[in-house]
Structures are given as structure tokens and as C-alpha cells.
């Protein structure tokens, strides 16, 4: 290998082992262009209006200022209510159901209990799974300056983004040969035009299931409505793993409550998400590149396991994006055109 050659490899192993060090910081700045990107749709739209695009860029952030705002100051009053309530019901619920499972254990037999051992441990990791959530309730108020340092440096780079779209994208675009710039660009239009797509069925499908959520949890009367249904919206960005964790709360309350309440809990969070799988979603994700589901999850577990909670919840865009440039670039421009 010549010299040259072996300082082109210390180079690339070198940038490699900084891009890994700096891979939550990548991860951020990717979600500020996701966000930029969509936000910059409105932007667009109000310059249709002639409103020069500095003031449309403030109409627009002030918008989606407001609009949370006004959400915190109406749900966060409750939300915080019924959190002080959920520590003080969960233990409560955890008592009850080990209380009826020494009663199980009592009632039956033991060549039956034998082949459900488990059945044993089954309030023991429940108390270990709330302790540990207690536990580091204090390790996440500790940290909870980094997070609003981190929320600040993704507002800065996103309304960065925003105010001059077309030099950065065009920086970008410089990065590839001359001869295949404009083909970057047309790429860079159905990665935007995809993600938008997506956020906008996600946002529907997270009202939706929170809505219905909220509504079966009232029927029912489940302890702690809006916040279990406001976590069954959010965690409904997350496909595949997300549903099934938002059920984990109510059916634990249902259950220190009236255990029939949770058989009933569990067959609406099912029916809800069969209806938003096959009803709401195809119409919410009709601009979306379509997902394979197992894709979906492995992309949640292998992001997840490199960039952490943050990987997980960004894992549906990064795969979008990536798709996109499979099929244009890998797909079309190479394997499509390939010559025996």
C-alpha cells in the first residue's frame, strides 16, 4: 500500500471514529431538519400571500409557539395532577394485584402450579419495574438542564435552517459531482416531500388514538384518563412498540381496580389500533413511502441500540430518508442502468 493510500485510510478511520463520538449531535441536527423541512412548508405557503419570507418564518414559529403554549397552560395543570396521582395509585394497584396472586397461588393446585411457576414472580418484577422507574426519577430531574440545553441547541439550528433553506441545501448539494448536482436536488425534493407526508399522517393517527383512548378509559373509568391517553398519542409516533407499551399503564390501574376493567382496556387499545391500522393510517400516509413493518422494527431496535431513546424516536424518519436514497440512487441511477 503506498503512502498516500495509508493516509487516506488514517483519514477515513479518523472522520469515522468523530462522526461516531458526535452521533447524538448528528441525530439532533437531523431532527432540526426534519422539523425545518415541514415547517418551512408553511412558510411557503404564506409567501403565497406576498409576506416576505423573514416575517413568514416569525408568523410561523410564533404559530407553533402559541399553539403549544396554549396546549401546556390548558393540559399541563392536569397532566401534572394526575401524575401525583399515578405515584400514589400505582403502588396501590401493584399491593392489590400481588394480594390476589398469594390468593391464586393459594386456590391452586400444586401439580398445576408447577406448570406455572412463573405465575410466582409475576407482582415481583412488577415492583422491580416500578422502583426502577422511581429510583431514577431523581437521576432524570438531575439531568434535566442537559435536556433543555439540548431542546435550546435544536431550536437554534432549526430556525437557523428556516432563515436560509436555500444556502445550506445548496452546500449540501456542492458536496456531489457536478454532473449528478441536479439530481441531488430532485432527490432532496422527495426526501422533503415524504418526510411532510409522514408527519402529517403521524400527527392524525397520534389524535386519533389519543381521542379514542381517552374515550375508553372514561367508559371504562380507568384511574387517570388524559394522561394515559395523551401517552398512548405520543408513544404512538414510536410504530410497532409504542402501542403496546401505552397499554402497560391503564391495564395495571384497570387491575387495581376491577379486573374485568382490564380485559375490557386491552380489547379497546386492540380494536383502536386495528381501526387506525386499517382505516386511518391509509388514509393519513397516502404521501408517505410505504414501510414494511418488519423494516419499521428493526430499524427501531438497531437505531435505538446506536443513538439510544432518541434513535428510537427518530428511527421512522431516518428509514424514510434512507429509503428514498436507495431507491433514486442505489435502485434507479445504478442497478436499473447496470450494463452485462
Known amino acids: 500500500m503506498r503512502f498516500g493510500q495509508c493516509i487516506s485510510l488514517l483519514a477515513i478511520v479518523i472522520s469515522l471514529y468523530i462522526l461516531w463520538q458526535i452521533r447524538q ?9 426534519t422539523l425545518a423541512t415541514v415547517l418551512n412548508q408553511l412558510v411557503i405557503f404564506l409567501q403565497r400571500f406576498r409576506i416576505k419570507r423573514s416575517i413568514a418564518i416569525f408568523i410561523s414559529i410564533t404559530l407553533v409557539g402559541l399553539i403549544l403554549g396554549g396546549f401546556s397552560a390548558l393540559i399541563l395543570p392536569r397532566i401534572t395532577q394526575q401524575l401525583q396521582q399515578f405515584s400514589y395509585l400505582m403502588p396501590m394497584a401493584l399491593e392489590r394485584i400481588r394480594l390476589w396472586n398469594d390468593w391464586l397461588l393459594r386456590v391452586i393446585p400444586n401439580n398445576v402450579l408447577e406448570n406455572i411457576r412463573d405465575l410466582r414472580y409475576l407482582t415481583q418484577n412488577l415492583e422491580v419495574w416500578l422502583n426502577q422507574i422511581l429510583n431514577n426519577f431523581f437521576f432524570l ?20 435552517f428556516m432563515a436560509n433553506t ?56 380507568v384511574p387517570l384518563p388524559l394522561v394515559n ?13 409504542g402501542p403496546t407499551l401505552s397499554a402497560i399503564p391503564p391495564v395495571i390501574l384497570a387491575l387495581g381496580d376491577e379486573p374485568w376493567k382490564a380485559v375490557f382496556i386491552v380489547l379497546w387499545y386492540v380494536a383502536i389500533q386495528q381501526l387506525e391500522s386499517f382505516v386511518v393510517l391509509p388514509l393519513a400516509m397516502r404521501s408517505q413511502v410505504s414501510l414494511l413493518p418488519a423494516v419499521t422494527l428493526l430499524s427501531i431496535v438497531i437505531f435505538g441500540s446506536i443513538f439510544g431513546f432518541l434513535g428510537v424516536f427518530l428511527a421512522v424518519p431516518l428509514v424514510i430518508v434512507l429509503q428514498v436514497w436507495i431507491q433514486e440512487v442505489l435502485v434507479k441511477d445504478v442497478l436499473n442502468k447496470w450494463d452485462n
Not at 456531489?176 to 426526501?191: G, H, L, S, T, W
Not at 391517553?229 to 412498540?241: C, D, K, S, V
Open 229 to 241: 391517553a395523551l401517552l398512548a398519542g405520543f408513544l404512538e409516533f414510536i410504530p410497532n412498540i
Open 141 to 160: 430531574l438531575t439531568r434535566s438542564l442537559n435536556v433543555i440545553l439540548g431542546l435550546l441547541f435544536f431550536v437554534a439550528l432549526t430556525i437557523m
Open 25 to 33: 449531535i448528528i441525530l439532533i441536527v437531523f431532527a432540526s431538519v
Open 166 to 221: 436555500s444556502s445550506y441545501r445548496r452546500g449540501f448539494i456542492l458536496l456531489f459531482p457536478a454532473f449528478y448536482r441536479q439530481r441531488v436536488d430532485e432527490i432532496m425534493n422527495k426526501c422533503a416531500y415524504s418526510l411532510v407526508g409522514w408527519i402529517k399522517g403521524t400527527l392524525i393517527t397520534m389524535l386519533f388514538i389519543a381521542v379514542a383512548s381517552y374515550i375508553g378509559l372514561i367508559i371504562f373509568q
